[in-house]
C-alpha cells in the first residue's frame, strides 16, 4: 500500500510550518505520522501535500511552570508514559499514553498529533478533556489558548484551523487532595478503546467531592464530558452508593455507534462500569 | 517561503545503517521499508501487513524502535538504523539471536526480524523482564506460528545471556 503522491516540506521552524500552511490550503500537518500516514496508505486520506513538522525538536518536551505543566506538542507518547512530572501531578495521562498502539508506535506517536487527528475513539482527546487541558494555537495571527471542551469539536475535528499549528498542552495544577484516573476498556492490547473514561476529582473535608470532571471516549464524535454524573457528585459524599448512582446518570447524551468491537447497547452498559471503576481508580490514588 | 520536494521528484536520502552509510533514492511517499528492501536490498526487515499493525518490520531508527512502514524514506535522511543484519558480528550470531535458535522462537521465521529488535528494545531498556513485561513489550509484534510462548522464552533466555557477568555472579549468590 502506497499513499497518493504529495508535496513534501519539511519547514525548520513552527513560524515556517506556518507559512507554508497558509499559502497551501490543501496541506496537512505530519507530526508522529502513526494515524495519518495509515490513512494515506489506505487512501482515506489523500493530501496533496505534507509539511513535515517532526524534525522540530523544541516542540517535544514536559515543563514545569508555575502554573501547569506545558507538554510539547510533538512529545511522544512513550515520553508522556515514563514522565515523572506527569506521573506526579497527572497520573491519568500516563494510564493513558500506557495504553495507545504498541511500544513502536508510542516511540514516534504524538500528543499534539493525537489531539489534532481527534480520533473519537483514542486515548489521548478523552484524558485532555478529564485533565482540563488547555491548547495552545499557533498561527501568523498569533497565538490564542482554547479550553478541550471547545478544541475537540467534532469527528476528527477540531479548532485547529488550516494555517494553524498546535504547539503545546497546558495541565493547570490541581489543588490539594485531587486525584485523576484513565481507564481504557478494548479487548485486546493496542485496539482502539471500546469506551474509555477519564475522570479528575478533588475531594474536601473527609471524603466529600469538591469537583469533578468525568469524561467518556469513543461513545460519540468528540470526548464527551458526563455532565449530570458530575453534577450528581458534586457536594457528595464520594461512597459507593453515591458513585453508583452517579454512573447510572454517566450515559446521559451519549451517542455510541455499533461496529464490530461492541453494539450500542453494550457500550451504553461499559459506560456505567467503566466510569464507576475509573472514580475508585482515581480516589485509590489520594494522598 | 520554502520550496517544496515535489511529487515525483526523487531525493537524495543517506542514512547510517548498521554502522555502514547508505546513499538511495526515494520519492516523498516512498515508505521507509520500501526504501530498505527494494532501494537498499536490505531484505531482512520484513512487510507483513503494511497497515502498522505486526511489526515484522521494527528496525531501530535513532536508537527507537519504529515500524518502518509507517515512516517516509524521506523522514529517515540523517538517521541512524539498525536493521535485523546488524544484529551479528560476521559469524557471531548475537545473544537474542542465539537464544531465539535454542529455545525454538520461531517455526516460519517471518516475524523474527522483528520480533528480534523488538525484544532487543525492551531488553537494553528493561534487562531483567518478567514474562508479563516481555509480553507488553511484544505486544506491537504479530506471529502467527508459536503462540508467543517459545518466544518469550527465547527473550528471556536472552536476558540471561546479556547480562554482565558479574551480575550473574552476585545473583547466583
Not at chain 2, 93 to 113: D, S, V
Not at chain 2, 137 to 153: A, D, P, S
Amino acid at each position: 500500500m502506497t499513499p497518493k503522491k504529495f508535496d513534501y516540506y519539511s519547514p525548520s521552524s513552527i513560524n515556517e510550518a506556518i507559512e507554508i500552511l497558509h499559502e497551501n490550503e490543501e496541506a496537512k500537518v505530519l507530526a508522529g505520522g502513526q494515524s495519518l500516514l495509515a490513512l494515506m496508505k489506505l487512501r482515506l486520506a489523500a493530501p496533496s501535500a505534507l509539511v513535515d513538522i517532526s524534525k522540530l525538536k523544541d516542540l517535544s518536551y514536559i515543563r514545569e511552570d508555575k502554573e501547569y505543566v506545558g507538554i510539547g506538542a510533538l512529545t511522544t507518547h512513550d515520553a508522556v508514559e515514563h514522565s515523572e512530572v506527569l506521573k506526579k501531578h497527572f497520573p491519568l495521562l500516563i494510564d493513558a499514553a500506557s495504553k495507545i498502539g504498541d511500544q513502536q508506535i508510542r516511540n514516534v506517536g504524538t500528543i499534539g498529533g493525537s489531539s489534532c487527528h481527534a480520533d473519537p475513539a483514542a486515548d489521548m482527546p478523552t484524558a485532555l478533556t478529564a485533565a482540563n487541558a488547555r491548547f495552545v494555537i499557533r498561527s501568523g495571527r498569533g497565538e490564542r489558548t482554547v479550553p478541550a471542551t471547545e478544541f475537540f469539536t467534532g469527528l476528527f475535528e477540531t479548532a485547529v484551523g488550516h494555517d494553524e499549528v498546535l504547539s503545546e498542552i497546558r495541565l493547570h495544577y490541581m489543588p490539594p487532595r485531587s486525584a485523576s484516573a484513565y481507564i481504557k476498556h478494548s479487548r485486546r492490547e493496542g485496539d482502539f478503546a471500546i469506551v474509555g473514561t477519564g475522570v479528575s476529582l478533588t475531594i474536601e473535608d473527609g471524603n466529600v467531592c469538591k469537583d469533578i470532571r468525568i469524561a467518556l471516549g469513543a461513545v460519540g464524535p468528540k470526548p464527551l464530558r458526563a455532565t449530570p454524573a458530575e453534577a450528581h457528585l458534586r457536594g457528595k459524599t464520594l461512597d459507593d452508593k453515591n458513585i453508583a448512582d452517579a454512573a447510572e446518570v454517566a450515559n446521559q447524551g451519549a451517542d455510541p455507534p455499533s461496529d464490530l468491537h461492541g453494539s450500542r447497547n453494550y457500550r451504553m452498559e461499559m459506560i456505567k462500569v467503566f466510569t464507576r471503576r475509573t472514580i475508585k481508580l482515581a480516589m485509590s490514588r489520594l494522598m | 517561503m520554502m520550496k517544496a520536494v515535489t511529487k515525483s521528484d526523487l531525493v537524495q536520502v543517506t542514512c547510517k545503517i548498521n554502522g555502514k552509510e547508505y546513499k538511495g533514492m526515494a520519492e516523498p511517499r516512498l515508505l521507509l521499508v520500501h526504501f530498505l528492501r527494494d532501494e537498499l536490498n536490505l531484505t531482512g526487515t520484513h512487510i507483513g501487513c503494511d497497515t502498522g499493525h505486526c511489526g515484522a518490520c521494527t528496525i531501530f531508527m535513532n536508537g527507537k524502535t519504529v515500524k518502518s512502514c509507517m515512516v517516509l524514506a524521506i523522514q529517515a535522511n540523517g538517521a541512524e538504523i539498525t536493521t535485523v543484519e546488524g544484529l551479528a558480528d560476521g559469524d557471531k550470531l548475537h545473544p537474542i539471536q542465539e537464544a531465539f535458535w535454542e529455545n525454538h522462537g520461531l517455526q516460519c521465521g517471518y516475524c523474527t526480524p522483528g520480533m528480534l529488535i523488538a525484544g532487543l528494545f525492551l531488553l537494553q531498556r528493561n534487562p531483567d523482564p518478567t514474562d508479563d513485561e516481555i509480553r507488553r513489550g511484544i505486544e506491537g509484534n504479530l506471529c502467527r506460528c508459536t503462540g508467543y510462548v517459545n518466544i518469550v522464552k527465547s527473550i528471556k533466555a536472552a536476558a540471561k545471556k546479556m547480562q554482565p557477568e558479574d551480575t550473574k555472579a552476585t545473583k547466583a549468590m
